[in-house]
């Protein structure tokens, strides 16, 4: 192949490179896109308000003194089996990923020793009261924004005082139940009277 054939192969090569950013800046000019005024998207979001009666028809919840006047140990037991691959409950039962629960209600936050608590836990503060524990297993992270607990919560407040009611027994000298509020409906006939 001699220069001329060369040349005339870079020639063409160079004037298609130039056709293609002359019509490149062309275009830039004609359809120039709009920059919007604040970046991204507006997502459409239902507040609580908007719902069409959703919030006036949810019936207020229970305190957590009423829910334990009918929660049962036994079926808070049951529950409990699903906190089992994080936590232990018999007394002096090593730390898993949780710590050990045994003696639990009442006790101070961030106290069970040998456990590495989330700087979250550590600087809540105060003891698990019957209410405390009654609002952190309904929504741990929403409760105590930043804690390392990965669960989602119990949504139903049965369910969770039931699960209150069983970790209230699991201590040598466990603490009395609270008492309902008066005027609180009695427990059901055939229900057992708590001790």
Known sequence: ???????????????????????????????????PAKPGFDIAVKEAGEEKGGAATKEPE?????LLAKASVEKGQAAAKQCQACHTFEKGGPNRVGPNLWNVVNRARASEAGFNY?????GKGGNWSFDELNKFLANPRGYVPGTAMTFA???RPEQRADLIDYLHTLAD??????????????????EPAKK
Do not use: D, R, Y
């Open 1 to 35: 192949m001699n220069s001329f054939e060369l040349n005339k192969i870079l020639g063409a090569i160079l004037g298609t490179c130039l056709v293609l950013l002359a019509l490149n800046i062309t275009a830039g000019a004609v359809f120039a896109p709009q920059k």
């Open 62 to 66: 229970q305190p957590i003194e009423t």
């Open 153 to 155: 919560g119990l949504s």
């Open 118 to 122: 989330s700087a979250a836990m550590k």
């Open 173 to 190: 000298n466990p603490v009395p139940l609270p008492k309902a509020a008066e005027g609180a409906p009695p427990p059901a006939a055939g």
